[in-house]
């Protein structure tokens, strides 16, 4: 039997606009250090989120049953978790998994963003002014994937860059407490 994750829980979301980005990086390095905090920019506005216990599982559990998948594909990958990608002045976003394929690079290949109070694809700007080539939403037990087509991202059906994985499949996984019990449900299923 699968526990599922149940309820919305209490994130906090603080928007503020009108921040230059030589006041975004004094807040970002006054929050340094601060655990289940992220931060992100764009163009003057400042948003930032305090994660739940719920968002942690559901991130961890993505990243870990992707990177399993992504092992046994026999893929050449870099995990580059949630580091800080920015353009100065333009965009900084903290995603809660990314990867980039083949070589690290600057920016990822691929972000992952779970989303539990709102907010999902009006994130994309931010990582369109990045440069991101694939964006993934997790929100309630669902993945939208997105990609960069020349200047705007598109919604696609599957991923560009991890081929054959169980969008739909993965997404429920993610929401099991248990992370063996993930694992095997996400195995056997798959």
Not at 26 to 44: N, T
Not at 78 to 86: I, K
Not at 96 to 124: H, M, T, W
Request: charged fraction near 25%.
């Amino acid at each position: 039997m699968m526990t599922q994750l149940l309820g919305k829980p209490a994130e906090q979301r603080f928007i503020q606009t009108g921040v230059s980005w030589e006041s975004f990086k004094a807040i970002q390095s006054g929050f340094a250090g601060s655990p289940g905090v992220r931060l992100f920019y764009y163009e003057g506005e400042l948003e930032i989120l305090s994660t739940s216990l719920e968002h942690e599982i559901v991130k961890g559990n993505i990243g870990y049953l992707l990177e399993d998948f992504m092992l046994n594909q026999g893929m050449e990958f870099v995990a580059t978790g949630s580091f800080s990608q920015e353009k100065e002045a333009v965009a900084s976003a903290q995603a809660d998994e990314s990867y980039c394929f083949g070589v690290r690079k600057s920016i990822p290949d691929l972000a992952i963003e779970v989303v539990i109070p709102s907010g999902g694809p009006d994130k994309l700007k931010r990582y369109k002014a990045l440069g991101v080539q694939e964006v993934w939403f997790w929100e309630d037990g669902e993945i939208s994937v997105y990609q960069l087509v020349l200047t705007n991202y598109q919604k696609a059906n599957k991923s560009q860059f991890v081929k054959g994985i169980n969008l739909e499949r993965l997404a429920q996984c993610a929401a099991i407490e248990s992370r063996p019990q993930a694992v095997r449900e996400f195995r056997q299923n798959q």
